[in-house]
């Protein structure tokens, strides 16, 4: 069977990390609480989306210290758009451990850092070996691609015992004196050169003379990758509601999806307008006009919402109360009320700025 030998990629990838790196502010030092950050941040989204959120999120929160004692809805406030907003809350946890327990300090310990709050196995290994220089290799999915494309492994990515054997493999081979440098190589060949869709750019690799995938043509066959269960769909309405300057919203449940950001109303179901006037009038607000705009969609992990919506002035407001109804100026909605990027394609009608990343 034939078999390549990964001791041999350290040096090729150091190498070629000297002179290829990508320039990206957490690189600019070894401070852990930045590198736990962009880290937590790159799960899931893209790097070039991230850059801007993590230079706020650094000015507004610096220390592990401020980031404990943030409100919620600061925290909320400056990871809007991002999605996925478990990951801020956990670090949030995480931090307060690291103030209880570790004087502030983020452990030197890869064990210790994989029981915080959020942080899994890539996450601990990538801040133990960035930070701290613990030979910990970081398995993620661009590293899983560019090892099964090496060896032409067509085993499955997603069972969860070829990651562990992955690691170990790694872990391995990964240099002692430069584990952090050899686990950011990995990360950047896997984003600038052994891509994900679409033919790899073999020709610009450190690897393409020991890469049996390049060398059989097959590189695009690798990873497999069993599918995973399909989303569900869920159809709403959703409803602008405009009182005077002001927009209706409503806070979410501390709990769930997307928990405690805010929202503009919504009613499960596609509703035509008569039904949609009945929801208004229910709320015990005066409809005075209505229009039907835009639809959209956002894709979260295991559903879908595929949303229709209209625009509606009305008249005399709810009693807030009896319906946690909050009426928020667009620079209210901008300041203060952290909003799902699944409204993002109403943000603009909101009077909000729009904002390109990808997911909820
Ligand atoms: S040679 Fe091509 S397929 Fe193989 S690791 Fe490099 S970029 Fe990926």
């Known amino acids: 069977m034939r078999a390549i030998d990964y001791a041999e990629i350290a040096p090729l990838l150091l190498e070629w990390y000297a002179v290829s790196k990508r320039d990206l502010p957490w690189r600019e030092n070894q401070d852990p609480y930045r590198i736990w950050l962009s880290e937590i941040m790159l799960q899931q989204t893209r ?55 570790y004087g502030g300090h983020l452990p030197a310990d890869h064990d210790a850092l994989l029981k915080l709050s959020g942080i899994g196995p890539y996450t601990a290994a990538a801040i133990a070996s960035i930070a701290f220089d613990i030979p910990k290799a970081a398995v993620d999915g661009n590293v899983l691609r560019i ?5 032409a492994n067509g085993k499955d990515i997603a069972d969860p015992a070829f990651k562990k054997e992955v690691a170990q493999a790694l872990d391995a081979v990964i240099p002692k004196d430069a584990p952090g440098a050899f686990n950011q190589a990995m990360m950047d060949l896997g984003a600038t050169v052994c891509l994900p869709n679409g033919a790899p750019l073999c020709t610009s690799c450190p690897l393409s003379h ?69 929801f208004i009038k229910e709320l015990n607000l005066d409809p005075l ?50 909003l799902p990027s699944a409204f993002a394609a109403y943000r603009a009608r909101m009077g909000m700025r729009r904002r390109n990343t990808k997911n909820n």
């Open 47 to 101: 790097v070039e989306a991230v850059k801007e959120y993590y230079t706020r999120f650094l000015h507004a929160l610096p220390t592990v210290s401020s980031l404990a004692d943030a409100p919620e809805e600061v925290l909320l406030k400056l990871w809007e758009g991002l999605g996925y907003y478990s990951r801020v809350r956990n670090m949030q946890k995480a931090a307060v451990t690291v103030m209880n327990e």
């Open 147 to 151: 090892y099964t494309r090496l060896g």
């Open 210 to 278: 020991l890469c049996l995938a390049c060398h059989d043509g097959t590189q695009t066959s690798y990873p497999v990758k069993s599918k995973s269960k399909a989303r569900t769909i869920e159809k709403m309405t959703v409803f602008l509601i405009r009182h005077d300057d002001t927009i209706i919203l409503r806070k979410r449940s501390e709990k769930g999806l997307l928990a405690g950001m805010y929202e503009p109303l919504h009613a499960p179901g596609w509703m035509d307008e008569d039904e949609a006037l009945t």
């Open 289 to 338: 006009h209505i229009e039907r705009i835009e639809d959209a969609k956002h894709i979260f992990t295991h559903k879908e919402w595929h949303m229709i919506a209209y625009e509606v002035k009305v008249g005399f407001p709810a009693p807030e109360k009896a319906h946690h109804l909050i009426y928020a100026t667009p620079g209210q909605i901008s300041s203060t009320y952290p």
